[in-house]
């Protein structure tokens, strides 16, 4: 079973930044076969989609993003820490959320939360207008 802890998150104003981390363990190296999620939800709303990372088994990660964060958000993965980032800039009000980190077995573009085994406990993030 893989572990994940996530933390970053905090209040920022409208047009800041933030990267959240989120370290799993419980599994050695787990990027070269698990598929690495970032999901949200707003009060009152169902959890959404924000990006996912996956090893394409060369050299390279594949990642995918949500429409409301491209251009916005950057997923990336530093293997020796076993840690999963997302960089988020030019953050919104509508960005303010509890962020959480996912993970799946098996590698490709997985979008839906049924689809992640294993969830962190979430992180706050706070945009103010």
């Known amino acids: 079973q893989v572990q994940l802890v996530e933390s970053g998150g905090g209040l920022v104003q409208a047009g800041g930044s933030l990267r959240l981390s989120c370290v799993a363990s419980?599994?050695?190296?787990?990027?070269?076969?698990?598929?690495m999620g970032w999901f949200r939800q707003a009060p009152g709303k169902e959890r959404e989609f924000v990006a996912s990372?996956?090893?394409?088994?060369?050299?390279?990660?594949?990642?995918d993003y949500a429409d409301s964060v491209k251009g916005r958000f950057i997923i990336s993965v530093d293997n020796a820490k076993n840690t999963v980032y997302l960089q988020m800039k030019s953050l919104k009000p509508e960005d303010t959320a509890v962020y959480y980190c996912?993970?799946?077995?098996?590698?490709?573009?997985?979008?839906?939360?049924?689809?992640?085994?294993?969830w962190g406990q979430g992180t706050q993030v706070t945009v103010s207008s």
């Open positions: 990372i996956w090893w394409s088994g060369i050299s390279l990660y594949y990642t």
């Open positions: 419980g599994i050695g190296r787990i990027f070269s076969s698990y598929d």
């Open positions: 996912a993970a799946r077995r098996g590698v490709g573009a997985f979008v839906e939360s049924h689809q992640y085994e294993s």
